[in-house]
């Protein structure tokens, strides 16, 4: 039989990734999207997997422990400092258009000649879905933090493998096209300077709010175990 810990944790590992298969496929999304419009669809959609997140790592937490390697308090280290290009990546994403990947907004607007983060990665959410999960993978090596943390560390790697696929299909010649205006678009204009420091800011500080509520919705607080 499943322990208690582990019959928790499978259940919100399998709500989790069920609710990124089946939601966002045919016919389920396209319903949705008809009903909720696509910004509500978007917004509930995060919330939703923002919740089924917390409840997994909450799962994790509680799972039997299994060591797999020793930590030791330098570990910490590695999530705090990558935590923040992660804070920035997704204060500099979110929010803006990007045909190319997943969770875009308003992507009728986007400029492939002022493509803002898109220049350096096409896939901003699943870059910094990436550092997140592998920089606490460090500090974490029991059984279950190793499976949650790696899982969607491979999670988004495929992840941007396979939209490369479906964009480069839906779009099909126009592809090469916007790819190559989009790396060889300027870097920062003078008068995006204020719009790029505001989200610096906030990326910023959306560091320090994790920070200070990483023990309430993790449970551990990774300054004090230094």
Same mark, same amino acid.
């Given at each position: ?20 298969? #089946?939601? %966002? ?7 949705? #999207? ?15 997997? #923002?919740? +089924? ?26 999530? +705090?400092?990558?935590?923040?290009? %992660?804070?920035? +990546? ?26 803002? @983060? ?6 901003? +959410? ?11 993978? %460090? ?57 790029? @420091? ?5 990326? @910023?500080?959306?560091?320090? %709010? ?17």
């Amino acid at each position: 039989m499943i322990a208690g810990g582990w019959f928790n944790y499978i259940a919100a590992f399998a709500v989790f990734f069920l609710s990124h298969m #089946v939601l %966002v496929r045919p016919p389920v999304r396209p319903w949705l #999207v008809h009903h909720l419009t696509q910004h509500g669809f978007t917004l509930a959609y995060s919330a939703l997997s #923002v919740v +089924i997140l917390w409840w997994l790592i909450k799962a994790a937490k509680t799972a039997p422990y299994v060591a797999l390697w020793t930590y030791a308090p330098w570990q910490n280290w590695v999530p +705090i400092l990558l935590m923040l290009p %992660v804070c920035l +990546i997704l204060s500099f994403g979110l929010g803006r258009p990007n045909p190319l990947s997943f969770g875009g907004w308003q992507n009728d607007r986007f400029d492939p000649h002022k493509p803002g @983060l898109v220049k350096w990665m096409r896939h901003p +959410i699943l870059a910094a879905l990436f550092l997140w999960s592998a920089s606490h993978l %460090v500090p974490n090596g029991d059984l279950a933090h190793v499976l949650l943390f790696g899982s969607f560390a491979l999670f988004s790697i495929l992840g941007m493998k396979l939209i490369d696929r479906r964009r480069q299909r839906e779009l099909g010649d126009r592809w090469q096209g916007i790819v190559a205006t989009i790396r060889s678009a300027p870097g920062l204009a003078p008068a995006q300077i204020p719009a790029f @420091l505001a989200r610096f800011i906030a990326g @910023l500080g959306l560091y320090a %709010v994790l920070a200070a509520l990483h023990p309430w919705f993790a449970g551990v607080d990774p300054l004090a175990a230094l």
